[in-house]
């Protein structure tokens, strides 16, 4: 299905890169390294210039910590997605939030997308997305808290939870005036999820994909990642990959990574083993 | 009577397409060669070269009935270290005196070719050795592409008698 992300329309066959910019002084893998306005855009050429199609601008990072309200992520955001977007007027721009009030102001400044990490905590964001034509992403998060770590959370079968949860989302979001075309699933991986039930989502992926809707996967640098490894963050990159190409087999479409390059070298590669894709450029045997 | 020569390279397929093109040149001129053709055109070519036959035929429009056969053959595939069949070092002279036949229409020097030669080099002239019971002795070909891009020595020409 043709995916419409604001002002961008993709073909079905297309993958994305969904770079990650975080307006945070404290998320888990930059520890603050775009903390400051002007990193942050900084960040945002270089993504754009290693090919990346979207950016996803978050301004609280996922894991408990100091309150931020909504003032505070609107300061942190909202005149910064104007900035991008006067700078790339075509560059698909996501906003990672859960708040219907910073998803408006970020609409305002030009956002494209809604990448709601919480599952729909607040109900009104799909209103929001309906009124400025903006793509939503319908994550799975189990019903936890927003911000809080899963703890002792057990499904009897979490794929068909994720299906159930993230198609539920999509479809309320269609009735309050979404279009089918610019919503996206995504299974949330450690959200309100153990390292089993993320590999078992992994594992599954094939599953969501053939619910119709266009997938979304969110593996960069996670717990997963580092507690099937048992390495740090800082040390998850092969991990990473390893996951996005067992993703990318499966038909995933969106890939929100910190790694551009190495993430569109697997998604590209793993295209062309599955036949979606044709070799960039064929002779060895053929001249 | 209207002959068309083209190397019978599989990278020319569709079934073997790549994002970007590595014989772009080449193909433009083996479809700019090949819509001189009449309608009804007479193949002469091994299986591979029928296939490619097969592909420019249908991709390039062609109109009239004008006798016409479209020849699939080329020169030597190891003309170089990198060739697909490593340097032999007398691929360059061998495709030297067949591309002068070919340019100035030495149908004996066609007829004659040194198949064994030819085969040693990895050379596809069964196919061109026909040229000598088709061309007048002397027709002059226009030559649209020569070269050896990846090592394989491909001529690209067509001849209107």
Redesign the interface.
């Given at each position: 299905m043709t995916l419409r992300l604001g002002r961008q329309t993709f073909p079905d066959d297309a993958t994305l890169m969904m770079a990650i910019v975080n307006r945070t002084p404290d998320s888990f893998y930059d520890k603050g390294a775009t903390w400051a306005e002007d990193s942050a855009f900084d960040r945002v050429a270089q993504v754009v210039d290693q090919g990346a199609e979207i950016v996803d601008i978050g301004g609280i990072k996922a894991a408990p910590g100091a309150e931020i309200d909504v003032d505070e992520e609107i300061r942190r955001v909202g005149s910064f997605v104007g900035r991008v977007r006067a700078a790339y007027p075509d560059l698909v721009i996501s906003v990672d939030t859960w708040r219907a009030e910073v998803a408006r102001a970020v609409c305002l400044e030009g956002a494209d997308v809604l990448n709601d990490a919480w599952g729909g905590a607040d109900p009104t964001l799909v209103d929001v997305a309906a009124e400025h034509g903006a793509a939503l992403i319908c994550t799975h998060t189990g019903g936890v808290q927003v911000r809080t770590r899963p703890h002792r959370i057990e499904y009897d079968d979490v794929v068909a939870a994720a299906i159930t949860d993230t198609v539920a989302y999509a479809e309320r979001a269609m009735a309050a005036g979404v279009p089918r075309e610019s919503l996206v699933i995504d299974p949330a991986h450690d959200f309100g999820k153990n390292t089993f039930h993320s590999l078992e989502i992994t594992r599954r992926l094939a599953e969501m994909v053939a619910t119709g809707w266009p997938v979304l996967v969110s593996l960069s640098n996670k717990d997963f990642v580092g507690e099937s490894l048992d390495l740090p963050v800082g040390e998850r990159l092969i991990g990473t990959l390893a996951a996005t190409a067992v993703c990318a087999l499966a038909g995933a479409r969106i890939y929100r990574v910190h790694e551009v390059v190495e993430t569109r070298q697997v998604v590209d590669m793993v295209a062309t083993i599955a036949g979606r894709?044709?070799?960039?450029?064929?002779?060895r045997?053929?001249? | 009577m209207r002959v068309v020569l083209v190397p019978g390279v599989p990278a020319l397929l569709p079934e073997y397409a790549g994002v970007t093109d590595p014989v772009a040149d080449l193909r433009g001129a083996c479809l700019d060669a090949v819509a001189s053709l009449g309608t009804d055109v007479t193949v002469v070519g091994d299986p591979q070269g029928e296939r490619v036959a097969a592909y420019l035929l249908a991709a390039a429009d062609r109109t009239g009935d004008e006798a016409s056969v479209l020849v699939v053959g080329n020169g030597s595939a190891r003309r170089t270290e990198k060739a697909p069949g490593h340097l032999d070092e007398r691929a360059v002279a061998f495709d030297a005196g067949l591309g002068r036949a070919l340019r100035e229409g030495d149908i004996d020097a066609l007829g004659a070719l040194d198949r064994d030669l030819a085969a040693d080099l990895l050379a596809v002239v069964d196919p061109i050795v026909t040229l000598a019971g088709l061309l007048p002795s002397g027709g002059r070909g226009e030559v649209l592409y020569e070269d050896d891009p990846f090592g394989v020595r491909y001529w690209v020409m067509r001849w209107r008698g």
């Open positions: 894709r044709p070799p960039a450029r064929a002779i045997g053929l001249a | -």
